[in-house]
Structures are given as structure tokens and as C-alpha cells.
T-cell receptor, first 112, second 115 residues
């Protein structure tokens, strides 16, 4: 079965640079969620979209923005990167809101 | 707001022994409850979930969890563990009446299976 696809899988950036992470949900899933998992930490919810509209907002820094496109894929844009942004970023998708979230493999971002 | 407490950061157990991973939650509204498993360098996989109905839920690989509303708990159990169960286990909650709410996770419990 098709799963959530995230790209790139690994990304290395310098401080103050920008990064864009992409998420392709499972076909027909209309809801996307973004999470950040620091080293040895639990995943922290950042933001979610349903039918291309922002639905819920968690602890997403102002330096980050995200959107969901007409084909339901989503992008997380991160600017003025800081060392503390180094983490595993997960995308999850679901069919409708309040349904089971299926997680992608994650993008490991390293900020040097 | 919701919060999840996993009381044990690490649980070592011998192979074929039973195990219980504890999870307590706090919320002012009704919640759904989940257990996710994360193997090293991999994403999160849903192990089991409680949405409504029977308070005892089971997974296909022998895990079960029981929702106890009075104790606000959702402990995970397995009667006999295998080496392959070594992983990080996260308990999570989300509101029942919200929109595309993000999950609130506990800090995780590292299950270590000893041969």
C-alpha cells in the first residue's frame, strides 16, 4: 500500500539558511500534519491542514510557515535556521479530520 | 489542553516475559487515545487506538491496552515479549471534537528486551 512520502530524507543546512520540506500524503488523504522530533524527544505537533486550509496550530515558530497545495501535498518552509532546529520532521496524513494519522519516514534536518 | 505522562523512560524485560508500559493523560475534554511504536531511525507506526466502545483494544501482534476513564490511564501490555519488540513506545491523545488536531505525545518509553 502507498505510504506518506517525505523529501528529502536528509538535509544539511547552515545557520540562517532556509529549508523546504515536502510531504506527499497517501492518495485520497486530504489532511496533513507536521511534527518535529528533537533528539531523544517526543514528537511535537507543529501545524495541520484540511482541504488546503490550516486547521490546527501547535508549537510552530514564527520563522516556519507551511501550506497545503491543490494536489494535497504540503510544504514546510523554515527560514533563519538555528542550531536548535536540528530534528526529525515528520509528516502524517489522514482521510478526513479526527481519523487515524499515518506517518511518513521523516526528514532529518541538521543545522550546522 | 491535553498532556500525557509516561512514567517510565526505560523498561528492561527478559524475552518471553510479560510487560506493561504505563500511560496517564490529563484533559478537560474527551480524548481519543493511541499507542505508537518507533523502531530505530524509522517513523511512527500506530500500534492500537481507543476511539469509543470496548475499553480493551488489541493489536495484531499481541499488544493490548485498556482505557480506564476513572484513572485516566491507557496502559499497554503484552503477555510475552520478543526481541523484535525492542523499540520506543509513545502514548498519545487527541481531542474528540476538534478539527484536524495534532496528537499530544508522552515522552516515550524505551522497551529493552533482554535475551
Amino acid at each position: 500500500a502507498a505510504g506518506v512520502i517525505q523529501s528529502p530524507r536528509h538535509l544539511i543546512k547552515e545557520k540562517r539558511e532556509t529549508a523546504t520540506l515536502k510531504c506527499y500524503p497517501i492518495p485520497r488523504h486530504d489532511t496533513v500534519y507536521w511534527y518535529q522530533q528533537g533528539p531523544g524527544q517526543d514528537p511535537q505537533f507543529l501545524i495541520s491542514f484540511y482541504e488546503k486550509m490550516q486547521s490546527d496550530k501547535g508549537s510552530i515558530p514564527d520563522r516556519f510557515s507551511a501550506q497545503q497545495f491543490s494536489d494535497y501535498h504540503s510544504e514546510l518552509n523554515m527560514s533563519s535556521l538555528e542550531l536548535g532546529d536540528s530534528a526529525l520532521y515528520f509528516c502524517a496524513s489522514s482521510l478526513g479530520m479526527r481519523n487515524e494519522q499515518f506517518f511518513g519516514p521523516g526528514t532529518r534536518l541538521t543545522v550546522l | 489542553a491535553q498532556s500525557v505522562t509516561q512514567l517510565d523512560s526505560q523498561v528492561p524485560v527478559f524475552e518471553e516475559a510479560p510487560v506493561e508500559l504505563r500511560c496517564n493523560y490529563s484533559s478537560s475534554v474527551s480524548v481519543y487515545l493511541f499507542w505508537y511504536v518507533q523502531y530505530p531511525n524509522q517513523g511512527l507506526q500506530l500500534l492500537l487506538k481507543y476511539l469509543s466502545g470496548s475499553t480493551l483494544v488489541e493489536s495484531i501482534n499481541g499488544f493490548e491496552a485498556e482505557f480506564n476513564k476513572s484513572q485516566t490511564s491507557f496502559h499497554l501490555r503484552k503477555p510475552s515479549v520478543h526481541i523484535s519488540d525492542t523499540a520506543e513506545y509513545f502514548c498519545a491523545v487527541s481531542r474528540t471534537g476538534g478539527g484536524a488536531d495534532g496528537l499530544t505525545f508522552g515522552k516515550g518509553t524505551h522497551l529493552i528486551i533482554q535475551p
